[in-house]
């Protein structure tokens, strides 16, 4: 029997970081990075503790959720920093997730009954 990696090796999340700067009474991108994140970075940087902790320094943050094939998550985060001049949105896509649909299938290839 051929030996499949792990199921949760190939969590990996592509992720869009989008800055914007406040220009007059409008946000005007100023720049975007693309990226690859770990569930355990997409956790930590979502999780309701840390916009607590950032909501606290005076800044705001809100965590966007819809269902995705990683179930119900976050899938974008939009933080205004304290003085409201620069904006950051972090989008998370899961629909191009080409590593982690062939995992599921040789998932599901280990455990068939033959």
Request: glycine letters at 6%; one cysteine or more; proline letters at 2%.
């Amino acid at each position: 029997m051929a030996k499949f990696k792990q199921f949760d090796d190939y969590k990996t999340i592509k992720a869009t970081r989008t800055e914007y700067s406040k220009v007059g009474g409008k946000w005007k991108m100023s720049k975007r990075d693309k990226f690859l994140v770990s569930p355990k970075q997409h956790k930590y940087a979502t999780d309701n503790k840390t916009c607590n902790f950032f909501r606290g320094l005076g800044g705001f943050e809100r965590n966007e959720r819809k269902y995705t094939k990683r179930g119900y998550v976050v899938s974008r985060n939009i933080s205004i920093s304290p003085d409201g001049k620069t904006k950051i949105v972090r989008d998370y896509d899961f629909s191009s997730d080409k590593l982690y649909n062939r995992a599921l299938n040789n998932y599901k290839k280990q455990y068939a009954k033959k």
